[in-house]
């Protein structure tokens, strides 16, 4: 620690943060975007910023934003420097700075380490999810579901009204505004309308849908009368054939621990490629 130099850094650092990024990915597992400029710069370049550099290569970063409640972190400590203190040190400047607020720590490369010391310095884990990662070389067949019929996407009320009818019975579910949740897929360069499906049964009423951005699979959803018949199943299988036609390698999708679709998606060939998490410490 004594060989650490502690300074702030800024946009002037994004590579440095970059190759840090890269750096946890490559042992820890998580998401592969968290590398890009866009989160990067939305998880480590928030109002306040603190690193630690050793012979000019940035070895450990933490940020906090404070404009919301509660204040949020992210953290990263480059695999080399663990063990010494330097996580314990990001992690009371970064609690230090939220002062009295709830701080909320998301890591979007969580490792075992990283967990223990969270949950000794009080903070509760909220939120986890496995990044999962599908070899587009070996592609899994499904049969296909008895009177179903699959078409793209089409952005109105009814795939948002299929969306809802999907998960309004998930744990935690909060709707979102209907034109709110379209205008989000609208905007987003990387929606894929012309893979993304929504499946009807045989009278036309949808029934399930998925949504594709790039090469995720961003939302699976089927209404809780036709589950259990392969429609989910048919749908991610379908949408992976789509992207390999497409010239993808590999496909992602993100799922929540307490997510029972996890165990269809490992049968359908996905691997596990890491964790992601939040944790809150509250105050009061």
């Known amino acids: 620690m004594d060989a650490l130099i502690w300074k702030e850094f800024g946009e002037e650092h994004l590579a440095a943060l970059t190759d840090l990024a890269e750096a946890c990915l490559a042992v820890d597992g998580g998401l592969p975007l968290f590398t890009g400029s866009a989160l990067l710069r939305a998880?480590?370049?928030?109002?306040?910023?603190?690193?630690?550099?050793?012979?000019?290569?940035?070895?450990?970063?933490?940020?906090?934003?404070?404009?919301?409640?509660?204040?949020?972190?992210?953290?990263?400590?480059?695999?080399?420097?663990?063990?010494?203190?330097?996580?314990?040190?990001l992690l009371s400047w970064a609690d230090d700075q939220a002062g009295n607020n709830d701080l909320l720590l998301t890591t979007e490369s969580w490792s075992p380490d990283a967990d223990a010391l969270f949950t000794a310095r009080g903070f509760e884990r909220t939120f986890a999810e496995w990044v999962l990662r599908h070899d587009l070389a070996a592609l899994p067949e499904v049969a296909h579901p008895d009177g179903v019929i699959t078409e793209p996407v089409t952005l109105d009320s009814e795939l948002f009204a299929t969306?809802?009818?999907?998960?309004?019975?998930?744990p935690g579910f909060v709707e979102p505004a209907a034109e709110e949740w379209l205008e989000d897929l609208r905007e987003d360069d990387g929606y894929r309308s012309d893979l993304s499906l929504i499946a009807r049964g045989p009278d036309g009423t949808a029934v399930g849908f998925l949504n594709v951005i790039d090469n995720?699979?961003?939302?699976?959803?089927?209404?809780?009368?036709?589950?259990?018949?392969?429609?989910?199943?048919?749908?991610?299988?379908?949408?992976?054939?789509?992207?390999?036609?497409?010239?993808?390698?590999e496909a992602w999708l993100c799922v929540n621990d307490d997510n029972p679709a996890a165990a269809l998606y490992r049968r359908l060939g996905f691997r596990d490629a890491g964790r992601r998490a939040r944790y809150l410490h509250r105050r009061g």
């Open 216 to 249: 995720w699979i961003d939302q699976v959803g089927v209404v809780p009368a036709w589950r259990g018949r392969r429609v989910g199943a048919y749908l991610v299988v379908t949408v992976l054939r789509s992207l390999a036609a497409d010239g993808a390698q």
């Open 43 to 89: 998880r480590l370049l928030q109002s306040r910023t603190f690193g630690a550099w050793h012979e000019g290569g940035l070895v450990a970063a933490v940020s906090v934003g404070t404009a919301r409640q509660p204040a949020t972190s992210t953290g990263l400590v480059h695999p080399d420097w663990r063990g010494q203190g330097v996580g314990s040190r």
């Open 163 to 170: 969306y809802r009818a999907s998960f309004a019975d998930r």
